[in-house]
């Protein structure tokens, strides 16, 4: 425990006139269980107090830390020094909008895109507060969830490679939401509800399948396996429906 | 020019409080602007992990299962400390709103019929869910409570309930501005008529003008060193109400210590392991727990097995740990592979990630830590603050008050979403009666109060530390009004916030406080948090009787007879102390106050003549 880390961190405050974008270091002694989310407020509190970074949870729950560390976009509260060398480069997501240093505005861009696909059930039924809850199997509910625990860090969209070349990519987050609706019984959308949302180059098209995102979730999702299910899904939906309207024609 | 936005309802916050709020009075046709300090997905309400209370009863350990079963737990869990109109009204909505949120999306875990095992205080049994009532919303074992009655989704409960209501509110067209924190209450000293915000993206000064305003910006763990809550946690809201000098705030030194917060960063591992059949392990990893709750052991309510772990640890049965104090541990273990990867991933993930420990064969260790606040924004049955016409507050910045001096786990996310339907009701009601003048002579006044503050940090002459002195009222807290309290050092406590009270007076800002600047964000807060800090500590040096989570060294018995009460904290300008009134804890007893049934501990009756 007596290494010495040198932290090298972006910093730009666009608020500022005379700021320019520029790395800036700082050092600091290397304690047990050291996270960078201690690094950066020991930093802020010692040495700097107008370093800007967002932490919220802190327990890797909700989303708000992720930055690019040594390269790889994660979860900065839960990112231990020891499993990293001395030497340690923090940079802001990219892909979102710098607000200043490593704090990026992802809450935006992830309430624009829930709008996008509508990220609610969709159902004609009304709520009847006198009744029974609707029946729901148990299994169909731990799947929903295993895709609902994503947490809109953005990781999956700064690893990406579509992202990158075009902005208005809904990337893995987005689609990945639309797959946690397409189980859900409750919600009545049909396939070519789903397919008008992203059966298109801004949705699953775009995918190149490099897969970044599977890499970097910092939450573990199968995002391989959504992406691959909803291409699959999306693509014999655009065929027959192709077939069908050179029929009517 | 200071840009001036004018909406129906504002809410302060957007957590599952301030969204349910929103959702109702958006249903009703109202404009609705919620401010967050960050992307409401990350609210603090996501990091609540093991369920919500409501009497179902489907699950077979929940059978026989009714709201007056869950009240009366509720009454004895905040040991009479409680509204119990408001706990009567709670218990009965709940369950509608648990079906709501089905009905919304939340993906709960369901009754699966059959045979199946469960734990209880390690030992297993065997168990046969009723296949008639397959697919229903099923349900976990919580502390102090009669039946299974915590609603869950794994453990992730906050997390899937806020997305779910999230989407709702962006649906339903509530305008949600992150990134935005109020920083003053605006009002003419009846009514409040909204707030002056700062944007923590631009560092500008901004205007919400409201017909009606709610505050349900969480808790305020922050005042304390070390605490479960997130960063975020700093009472914003209370603490903006409590200086309009007007609105009282309640029981503020009721401040629950939950018993399993990890070492040595305080991060939360639900209740959820120990309701799932988890146990205490001391030293000598023998459990000890039945030993001092013979009947309720691990599941006895937080402030009961809080206490009983520092007075197993001052017995000298503590692990001694690295960080320089003790700890004990939790034991997860025997639940199996199956239950912890699937009912419990998110304290295997924390174990993982913050511990380095897979808990299916390791050892937790665990220590009580600071994690909800009863106290909050005190308001009527209908959400409306005292002090202040159009002012409502919901979830745990309101001091509604369902909790009294210690919550039930699984009660306050239940809460949140149960009196944000209610009070949203009551809201409306107010909305289609209500039209307000606002009177820009005001509004200016005040923003040129929060002009000046930041011109004076930024441009002062000031040379206190903002960081220092957050520390030494952290510590203050943590030395003096932490799970047992004595006069001396409640009065030690007591002078060292007033000293920093004085202190920040002189704040100066090392760096240029420009933009989104987090050190002039800090400093604009902490004199707020310092008043809150002293509301904790001065109520609690005031309060002599040992009630729930409020345990007094010095005056341990349970004082029926003088403090069967509620304490209300205001804050005149200028004062370095509050003024505490007191009111009766609730207008009617359905359960007059009696044994709670754990914890021990003597009860001075009300019909007891003073010695």
Redesign the interface.
């Known amino acids: 425990m007596d290494r010495m880390l040198t932290i090298h961190v972006f910093r730009y405050?666009?608020?500022?006139p005379d700021s320019t974008p520029h790395m800036q270091s700082y050092y600091i002694d290397e304690t047990?269980?050291m996270?960078l989310f201690i690094v950066l407020n020991r930093i802020?509190?010692e040495q700097?107090?107008?370093?800007?970074f967002?932490?919220?949870?802190?327990?890797?729950?909700?989303?708000?830390c992720a930055m690019v560390i040594n390269g790889r976009p994660n979860l900065a509260c839960?990112t231990?020094t020891k499993d990293l060398p001395s030497q340690i480069t923090l940079l802001p997501l990219p892909f979102f909008k710098l607000?200043?240093d490593l704090?990026v505005?992802?809450?935006?861009w992830?309430?624009e895109m829930?709008?996008r696909v509508?990220?609610?059930?969709h159902?004609q039924?009304e709520?009847d507060?006198a009744?029974?809850?609707?029946?729901?199997?148990?299994d169909t509910?731990?799947k929903?969830?295993e895709l609902?625990?994503c947490?809109?860090c953005g990781c999956c969209l700064a690893a990406c490679g579509t992202a990158r070349m075009r902005e208005d990519f809904l990337g893995a987050a987005a689609l990945n939401r639309i797959a946690r609706f397409v189980l859900?019984p409750?919600?009545q959308r049909q396939e070519k509800d789903f397919f008008e949302i992203i059966g298109n180059d801004q949705g699953i098209f775009g995918c190149m399948g490099l897969l970044g995102c599977e890499d970097v979730c910092p939450k573990n999702l199968p995002l391989q396996d959504q992406l691959g299910y909803l291409r699959r899904k999306m693509g014999i939906y655009a065929l027959k429906n192709l077939r069908s309207t050179k029929k009517t024609c | 020019m200071v840009e001036t936005i004018y909406t129906d309802l504002l809410c302060l916050g957007a957590g599952l409080a301030g969204e349910r709020v929103a959702i109702e009075a958006a249903g009703a046709g109202f404009d609705v602007i919620c401010l967050s300090i960050v992307h409401s997905k990350r609210s603090h309400s996501s990091a609540a992990q093991g369920g919500m209370q409501a009497a179902l009863g489907n699950s077979v350990m929940g059978e026989g299962d009714s709201p007056d079963i869950h009240f009366q737990d509720t009454v004895k869990g905040s040991d009479w400390g409680c509204d119990q109109e408001v706990a009567r009204i709670f218990v009965d909505t709940a369950p509608i709103v648990m079906r709501e949120l089905a009905y919304w999306g939340v993906p709960w875990n369901r009754v699966v019929g059959g045979k199946g095992s469960y734990y209880k205080g390690g030992q297993k049994f065997e168990k046969v869910e009723d296949a008639a009532k397959e697919g229903l919303i099923t349900s976990r074992n919580f502390g102090g409570t009669a039946k299974w009655r915590t609603c869950y989704t794994s453990d992730g409960t906050g997390h899937a309930v806020l997305y779910t209501m999230d989407n709702r509110a962006t649906q339903m067209g509530v305008k949600v501005h992150d990134r935005i924190e109020a920083i003053a209450m605006i009002h003419d000293g009846e009514t409040c008529q909204g707030v002056v915000a700062r944007c923590l993206r631009t560092g500008k000064l901004r205007v919400y003008l409201a017909k009606a305003t709610l505050v349900a910006t969480g808790g305020y763990g922050r005042i304390y060193k070390n605490t479960t809550n997130a960063v975020i946690c700093e009472g914003g809201g209370q603490s903006i109400a409590l200086d309009t000098g007007l609105v009282p705030l309640g029981n503020m030194e009721a401040i629950q210590f939950h018993p399993t917060g990890i070492v040595p960063t305080d991060i939360l591992v639900t209740e959820g392991c120990r309701g799932d059949g988890g146990t205490l392990l001391d030293k000598n990893e023998d459990r000890f727990m039945p030993q001092y709750e013979p009947e309720k052991a691990e599941l006895a309510s937080r402030d009961v097995v809080s206490r009983r772990m520092i007075e197993h640890i001052r017995k000298g049965f503590g692990v001694k740990n690295s960080y320089g104090d003790d700890n004990l541990w939790l034991d997860i273990r025997h639940l199996g592979e199956a239950h912890i990867r699937t009912k419990l991933r998110e304290v295997d993930e924390i174990c993982q990630n913050f511990l380095g420990i897979d808990p299916l064969h390791q050892l937790i260790p665990v220590r009580p830590t600071h994690h909800y606040s009863m106290g909050g924004v005190r308001t009527n049955k209908d959400g409306a603050a005292y002090g202040l016409k159009g002012l409502f507050a919901a979830g745990e910045a309101a001091c509604w008050d369902l909790h009294g001096f210690n919550r039930l786990g699984g009660n306050s996310l239940a809460e949140t979403v149960v009196a944000g339907k209610i009070i949203g009701g009551k809201v409306v009601e107010y909305l289609k009666g209500a039209s307000v003048t606002f009177n820009t002579a005001i509004v200016d006044g005040f923003i040129k109060k929060e002009q000046a503050r930041i011109s004076a940090l930024i441009h002062g002459s000031g040379k206190e530390n903002v960081f220092e002195l957050r520390t030494m009222m952290q510590d203050a807290l943590m030395a003096g009004v932490g799970i047992f309290r004595n006069e001396k050092d409640l009065e030690k406590a007591v002078r060292t916030i007033q000293e920093v009270q004085e202190r920040a007076k002189n704040i100066g800002l090392k760096s240029n406080g420009l933009g989104a600047n987090p050190e002039l964000g800090l400093a604009l807060k902490l004199p707020g948090m310092v008043r809150l800090a002293q509301c904790v500590a001065y109520g609690a040096l005031q309060r002599r009787e040992s009630r729930g989570c409020h345990a007094r060294e010095d005056y341990p018995a349970r004082n029926d007879r003088d403090w069967l009460t509620r304490t209300l904290a205001t804050w005149d300008e200028g004062a370095d102390l509050p003024t505490l009134n007191y009111e009766a804890a609730t207008p009617t007893f359905e359960l007059p106050p009696g044994e709670r049934g754990y914890g021990g501990g003597k009860i001075i009756s009300a019909d007891e003549s003073e010695a």
């Open positions: 405050n666009p608020q500022d047990e269980s996270t802020r509190e700097d107090p107008s370093l800007q967002d932490f919220c949870c802190r327990a890797g729950i909700c989303g708000q839960k231990k607000i200043g704090s505005d992802t809450g935006t992830f309430r829930n709008t509508e990220s609610w059930i159902t039924k709520f507060p009744a029974e809850e609707e029946r729901m199997d148990n509910a731990e929903i969830y609902d625990r947490v809109e859900d409750r919600d």
